[in-house]
C-alpha cells in the first residue's frame, strides 16, 4: 500500500535559519506529492505539489523538488519566519480514490 | 461556497449520545472527502464520495460511522454511541474529482469532544 514518512518533530529554528523537512514515500503508480500546512486552530490549506519526476513545486518561498529517484519529496526554505509556525503535512495521490498523509511535522520559529 | 464550510466548529457530547457533523463543499467539487485528526495525530482517512457513491468505507473505525452525501453536495458524518475514543478533530476536504490531482481544499474542521 501507499505510504508517506516525515522527519519527526517538533522542528525549532531561529527566524532566517535554513529550513528542511524531509519525506520520502511508496506508492504504486506515479503519484502526485503535495505538502499542506496547517497553522494553529485552522484547516490544512495545500502549498505546493509536483505531478511528475524532477518538478519542482514552490509557494510563499518554500520549494520542494519531485525526487523518483529517492522517493523523496523534501520541502525547504531559504529563511524562515515566525509566521511559518505550524504543521506541515507530505502527501501523495495515486488516484486511488484518497490522499496518504505522513504524521505531519511542527515546525516552531523564534524572533 | 467560496471554501469548504463545516459545522458545528466544536461540538462537546456525552458518552453514548450521536452526533451529526455536516460539510459543504465547494460548488462544483465532485469529490468530497472525511478524515480524523486525533491530538497530535496525523490523518487518519475515513471515507470518500464521489458524487453521491462512496466506493472506499474501509477507514471508518466501526460500525457506530457513517455517512451519507445528497445531491452531489453536502454531506454528514454521523458517530452513534459515541465515545472518549472518538475525541478528535474530524476534517472534510473536496476536491473536482477523485481523478483530479491538483490537492483537496479543507474546511476549519469539527472539533469533538466526548466527555
Known amino acids: 500500500g501507499n505510504s508517506v514518512t516525515q522527519m519527526e518533530g517538533p522542528v525549532t529554528l531561529s527566524e532566517e535559519a535554513f529550513l528542511t523537512i524531509n519525506c520520502t514515500y511508496t506508492a504504486t503508480g506515479y503519484p502526485s506529492l503535495f505538502w499542506y500546512v496547517q497553522y494553529p486552530g485552522e484547516g490544512l490549506q495545500l502549498l505546493l505539489k509536483a505531478t511528475k519526476a524532477d518538478d519542482k513545486g514552490s509557494n510563499k518561498g518554500f520549494e520542494a523538488t519531485y525526487r523518483k529517484e529517492t522517493t523523496s519529496f523534501h520541502l525547504e526554505k531559504g529563511s524562515v519566519q515566525v509566521s511559518d509556525s505550524a504543521v506541515y503535512f507530505c502527501?501523495?495521490?495515486?488516484?486511488?480514490?484518497?490522499?496518504?498523509f505522513g504524521d505531519g511535522t511542527t515546525l516552531t520559529v523564534k524572533p | 461556497g467560496a471554501g469548504v464550510s463545516q459545522s458545528p466548529s466544536n461540538k462537546v457530547t456525552e458518552k453514548g449520545k450521536d452526533v451529526e457533523l455536516r460539510c459543504d463543499p465547494i460548488s462544483g467539487h465532485t469529490a468530497l472527502y472525511w478524515y480524523r485528526q486525533s491530538l497530535g495525530q496525523g490523518l487518519e482517512f475515513l471515507i470518500y464520495f464521489q458524487g453521491n457513491s462512496a466506493p472506499d468505507k474501509s477507514g471508518l473505525p466501526s460500525d457506530r460511522f457513517s455517512a451519507e452525501r445528497t445531491g452531489g453536495s453536502v454531506s454528514t458524518l454521523t458517530i452513534q454511541r459515541t465515545q472518549q475514543e472518538d475525541s478528535a478533530v474530524y476534517l472534510c476536504?473536496?476536491?473536482?474529482?477523485?481523478?483530479?490531482?491538483?490537492?483537496?481544499?479543507f474546511g476549519s474542521g469539527t472539533r469533538l469532544t466526548v466527555v
Open positions: 502527501a501523495l495521490d495515486t488516484n486511488a480514490g484518497k490522499s496518504t
Open positions: 476536504a473536496s476536491s473536482l474529482g477523485v481523478q483530479d490531482r491538483d490537492g483537496y481544499t
